[in-house]
């Protein structure tokens, strides 16, 4: 049985800090700021299927 715990412990404790920290931000109105934050940082490339084309206009 105690080997289960120390396999389950690390997770536990995880998940604890986050639904504390998540509930704390959302009190204190800074879960938005966070979830804005992960929006700017985030990867935001594109992927194109088919490469562009060059148009040369004459001038």
């Excluded at 804005?36 to 985030?42: N, V």
Aim: net charge negative.
């Amino acid at each position: 049985m105690k080997g289960q715990w120390q396999q389950w412990h690390p997770l536990i404790s995880k998940l604890f800090f986050w639904l504390v920290a998540e509930i704390i931000l959302n009190l204190v109105g800074l879960d938005n700021v966070a979830d804005y934050s992960e929006f700017l940082l985030g990867d935001r490339t594109i992927q194109m299927s088919a490469p562009h084309q060059v148009i040369s206009l004459p001038q």
